[in-house]
């Protein structure tokens, strides 16, 4: 991939996951929508950096007539992870995907890694082909009922100088740190971090959402907290996900904030277990 292909990629990645969307709806699911001018802007700036970072795992599939798939994978230290990764609708079955996968797989070696996957078929099938653990993921979703959250304490804003000791909780969690990716996240997210260093954690929060898009934690009762205060930030319908089951604190600190239960994908891993107490990130792991 380059920096030039970063339009069109975006408008494949848009009409790619709006597919996947539409064969995941059951009875009783709104009509997916394709993503928002800003979702869009946020997307390209998203696969900038990660072609800043490590452009190596920055990949696309054309034809003759333009790019057909990608597959975003980075190298952080000791672990790989997939970022985003799709297939035209009207190219899948041809072995694109699987040549992009086979790619990003090289770009890896022999590291651990993870990724959080949808349910498409074809995909899953290709995930566990290539060596993955498939783990069920759970979503919690709905208004938050600000009346059943418990006081939250014990928990400080974040900033930079927190950032050397969050990459070693990431390496207790996950095998190695988030590097870069927690400055970039920081530049856009709301960090809340536990204020004793003996019990670590922390959370980003999405702040046009007021939705958890990463947590770590020590131990699950500081990871509780975390939840709770994103949870408490959260405006109109938020949203809890990636929650696999090592991580089923978060099941009940969503109900208690009478969030509805939901089923979403799973978190494929290769090398290592689900990472807990830990909400990943969709897009950094």
Do not use: K
Not at 42 to 50: L, N, T
Not at 202 to 207: A, E, F, L, M
Request: net charge negative; glycine share 10%.
């Amino acid at each position: 991939m380059s920096e030039d292909d970063l339009p069109v990629a975006e408008r494949v990645s848009a009409v790619t996951f709006l597919d996947a969307d539409r064969l995941a709806m059951r009875a009783g699911d709104p009509e997916p929508e394709p993503p928002s001018p800003a979702g869009s802007r946020r997307w390209i700036e998203r696969m900038r950096y990660f072609l800043t970072v490590d452009p190596d795992g920055c990949l696309v599939a054309e034809d003759t007539g333009g790019i057909t798939g990608f597959a975003i994978s980075q190298n952080r230290g000791p672990l790989w992870y997939l970022a985003t990764y799709g297939v035209l609708p009207g190219r899948q079955g041809r072995g694109i995907g699987r040549r992009l996968m086979d790619a990003a797989l090289a770009h890896a070696g022999d590291r651990p890694g993870l990724f959080s996957a949808t349910a498409h078929p074809g995909a899953t099938r290709r995930y566990r082909l290539a060596g993955f653990t498939l783990h069920p993921q759970m979503r919690m979703v709905g208004r938050v009922d600000r009346s059943a959250l418990p006081p939250v304490r014990g928990l400080r804003e974040g900033a930079e100088g927190d950032l050397e000791w969050m990459d070693d909780l990431d390496r207790a969690l996950r095998g190695a740190g988030h590097g870069p990716d927690h400055r970039h996240m920081l530049g856009s997210q709301r960090l809340v971090v536990s204020a004793d260093r003996g019990r670590p954690g922390y959370v980003y929060i999405d702040d046009g959402a007021g939705r958890p898009t990463l947590l770590a934690a020590a131990d699950s009762e500081t990871a509780r907290l975390l939840l709770w205060e994103a949870l408490a930030s959260a405006r109109e319908e938020t949203l809890v996900n990636c929650i696999t089951t090592p991580n089923h604190w978060a099941v009940d600190a969503a109900l208690t904030a009478r969030l509805h239960l939901d089923q979403e994908g799973f978190l494929a891993v290769r090398g290592m277990d689900p990472p807990a107490p830990y909400l990943a990130s969709g897009h950094f792991l």
